[in-house]
Every structure is written in structure tokens, then in C-alpha cells.
């Protein structure tokens, strides 16, 4: 399964962005409302969103400052969330982020919808900092 969220601007450089997103306990201020848990370990970090399991994801992979990956930590829930960056101007950068999964049918189309919103929602929060 493949989500895609809508590319926005951020009020930061291409690297800020980068070093924001690398920095993992920021992920905290881009949560969605909805967070019921957040911890951070070494380069990963635990969250759970209202009625959701706990999921972790660590850092996978990174290009500085275009690309970065984190992974989830959890055989049982294979997926890769990837943060495409890109500088706009001297003082501004877009991200786009895409959620790559591998679930069954009858998984993919129970999670697909809460999973949009959520890599929408941390987008929309991305463009506000």
C-alpha cells in the first residue's frame, strides 16, 4: 500500500528541515492531536494514536538533506515512511511524505483511511512551523 501526503512549504531551509526531522523527539510537536502516547528512544520513537496500537519507528535510512527515512521496528506491521525534501528558496524548503506498506487486502483497507490522515495531518503540521 502506498499513501502519499500533499507537498508543503516549511518556513525552514532544506537543511533546517532535514536536522529538524533527524532530531526524532520533534516528532512530538507534529503529532496529530490525537496522540495518546510518545516516547522517544535513542533514534526512534514509539506513538500511539487514540484507538491504535503502539507503533515504533526508527531511522532508517537518510540522504542529507533531501531524503529520510524512518522504518517500523515491527514484523508484524512492515512500513517505511519517507520524507522527500526540497529547497524552495534561501529561507524555505517543501516536504512530501509517502507511506510505503505491505498488508493484506483486508488490513490495507481498515487502516488505509486513518493512515492518510495521519501523514496528512503531520504535513499540515510541518507547514506551520
Not at 516549511?10 to 490525537?34: G, H, S, W, Y
Not at 484507538?51 to 506491521?77: C, Q, R, T, W, Y
Amino acid at each position: 500500500m502506498n499513501l502519499e501526503s500533499p507537498t508543503v512549504n516549511v518556513n525552514k531551509t532544506a537543511d533546517q528541515l532535514f536536522d529538524f526531522l533527524m532530531d526524532v523527539q520533534n516528532f512530538e510537536t507534529i503529532m496529530p492531536e490525537n496522540t495518546d502516547k510518545f516516547e522517544v528512544l535513542d533514534q526512534a520513537f514509539i506513538f500511539a494514536l487514540k484507538g491504535m496500537p503502539s507503533i515504533k519507528l526508527k531511522l532508517h535510512e537518510n540522504e542529507k538533506p533531501s531524503k529520510i527515512v524512518f522504518a517500523s521496528a515491527s514484523d508484524k506491521f512492515p512500513f517505511t515512511l519517507t520524507g522527500n525534501i526540497a529547497s524552495v528558496n534561501e529561507t524555505s524548503a517543501s516536504i512530501n511524505l509517502k507511506f510505503d506498506g505491505d498488508f493484506n487486502p483486508m488490513m490495507a483497507m481498515m487502516i488505509k483511511n486513518p493512515l492518510q490522515k495521519f501523514i496528512n495531518t503531520l504535513a499540515e503540521n510541518l507547514s506551520d512551523l
